[in-house]
């Protein structure tokens, strides 16, 4: 039999890489709750017709990258490529008429097939904040902020936001007039995949990452002078608000994203640390989407950030697993029982605590509670289960040296006390 595997595309998280992981998620997650944001759980499972209408047909994730596939009920279903339309679409299910102003959050795996290489999987994971129902500048600056600190808590050093505008719906088609009439003379100088974006998705050119394409677009029309009057504005106020919040950026022209549903304000967050896949965090405006997929006319604006690039960004200190706190060294059948009733006991402080179970010699056990490097340890033993005590020890943190203390099993205001002073003292 052939030995099973994962999936290409797909990883394995072991709890050793898990830690990471955690202390980063840790931090995400408490930096989203003090902007009172809420959290959004959508299903993974979606129908295809979801993505095909919120994300658009002429979009590589819709076109070559989807996981889809009839369910038994011959229904086209779809592992979601990003969490954007299940957001808009559960709001739209539910009715938004109770709610029109929301600030959410999602986090999950998200599935499109591509190449697989450092920082790209086909299984990965996104965290992404969504501000449903606001249409100020202010919010394009809350959401652009709120971004950034949240990589720069993370430590995360060179990082770079780029920003740019895509104007409205009449902007983008005033623009795209002249920019198709300038593909048709250029078109013999352009890539292959830009010559089969004209008719499909001509406005994903310019993102292109082929040189000589990128030469040639240096010549092509500029989507900025299309803008209306009021979107030029709207754009300039984005940033004065920018260089008042001292966040720094560059105009990007050409970041165009790759969703259809983007209006007005775009923006990614790249880090020179990345090297090939340097995005870790895209966003935008996407006034459209919700009207689009038949809900109320509600402007909305968001962020993703790709957790695999990440816990790369992040630093070593982040893989630092917590210590145990107690450790608890049994042995003999009724020790054993006793060691049970003492591990439960402890967890109702906030301690780590590990139960030996393996019923080894105390040596070997001993051996344990330092690999784990314990900053303390319990013994209960024959002798201390039949005085019904244990010997609880504290290993030197500082310059007070080892501390024993022996404490009855019955007294549980001994051990909280000895808890207090000696584990959740600061
Ligand atoms: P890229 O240009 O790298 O393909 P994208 O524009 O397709 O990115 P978005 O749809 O904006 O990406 O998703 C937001 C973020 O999710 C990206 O900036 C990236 O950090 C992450 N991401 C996207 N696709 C993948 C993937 N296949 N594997 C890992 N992370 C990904
Ligand atoms: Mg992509």
């Given at each position: ?45 979606e129908m295809t ?160 990452k082929d040189i ?127 060691a049970m009733d ?85």
């Amino acid at each position: 039999m052939n030995n099973l595997k994962n999936l290409r595309g797909t990883v394995d998280l072991l709890p050793d890489q898990l830690i990471k992981w955690q202390n980063v998620e840790k931090i995400l997650l408490e930096q989203l709750a003090r902007a009172s944001i809420k959290e959004i759980r959508t299903p993974i499972l979606e129908m295809t017709e979801l993505f095909i209408r919120g994300i658009g047909e002429g979009t590589d994730v819709v076109s070559k990258e989807m996981y889809t596939f009839l369910d038994r009920g011959e229904r086209s279903c779809t592992l979601r490529p990003e969490g954007t339309a299940s957001v808009a679409r559960a709001l739209i299910q539910k009715g938004m008429s109770s709610n029109p102003l929301q600030k959410l959050w999602y986090m999950g795996p998200m599935f499109r097939y591509e190449r697989p290489q450092a920082g790209r999987q086909r299984q990965f994971h996104q965290l992404g904040v969504e501000f449903i129902g606001y249409d100020s500048v202010r919010s394009d600056v809350e959401i652009v902020a709120l971004a950034w600190d949240v990589l720069s808590k993370l430590g995360i050093k060179e990082l770079n936001l780029e920003i740019n505008t895509l104007g409205d719906v009449s902007d983008r088609l005033n623009f795209q007039k002249s920019f198709l009439k300038w593909l048709e003379i250029n078109k013999n100088s352009l890539d292959l995949d830009s010559q089969n974006r004209i008719t499909k998705n001509p406005l994903r050119i310019l993102d292109s990452k082929d040189i000589q394409t990128k030469k040639t677009l240096e010549n092509a029309p500029r989507l900025f002078n299309f803008l209306s009057e009021k979107s030029h504005k709207r754009y300039s106020d984005f940033k004065k608000q920018l260089e008042v919040l001292k966040i720094p950026y560059v105009e990007n022209f050409n970041l165009v994203r790759g969703l259809d549903y983007y209006t007005h304000t775009a923006f990614e967050i790249t880090s020179g640390a990345l090297g090939s896949q340097a995005t870790v965090c895209g966003g935008g405006r996407y006034d459209n989407l919700i009207k689009q997929m038949g809900g109320p006319n509600t402007p909305a604006i968001g962020f993703a950030i790709g957790l695999e690039r990440l816990i790369l960004l992040a630093g070593k200190e982040f893989e630092v697993p917590r210590n145990t706190d107690i450790y608890i060294i049994n042995q003999g059948f009724i020790a054993e029982q006793l060691a049970m009733d003492l591990s439960r006991k402890l967890r109702n402080y906030d301690l780590l605590v590990e139960l030996d179970l393996s019923g080894s010699s105390f040596s070997k056990q001993f051996k344990k509670a330092n690999k784990l490097k314990s900053k303390s340890i319990v013994v209960i033993g024959e002798d201390e289960a039949t005085k019904k005590e244990f010997i609880i020890r504290l290993f030197a943190q500082s310059d007070n040296g080892n501390k024993e203390e022996v404490i009855s099993l019955e007294n549980d205001f001994g051990l909280e006390k000895w808890i207090n002073n000696n584990l959740l003292a600061k």
